[in-house]
């Protein structure tokens, strides 16, 4: 069975999701190409808000 494939198909999934967001959202031609190049990183924007959130929630 190839696990790969599932991990693949998440991906996917969440890159159409971001990309129809930051379109959706953009106000000229630029702000949705920059919002579609995000799309294709968007599990860095993922991991960076989640280590951020962690972070500020730790107890001293």
Known sequence: ????????AVYGLGLIG?????IS???GFWAG???FL???VW???L???VL?????NVPQ
């Open 33 to 35: 190409l920059l919002g």
């Open 38 to 40: 995000k799309a294709l």
């Open 18 to 22: 971001a990309a129809v967001y930051y």
């Open 1 to 8: 069975m190839n696990k790969n494939a599932s991990n693949g």
């Open 52 to 56: 951020k959130f962690l972070a500020t």
């Open 25 to 27: 959202v953009a106000t």
């Open 43 to 45: 599990p860095a924007f």
């Open 47 to 49: 991991v960076y808000e």
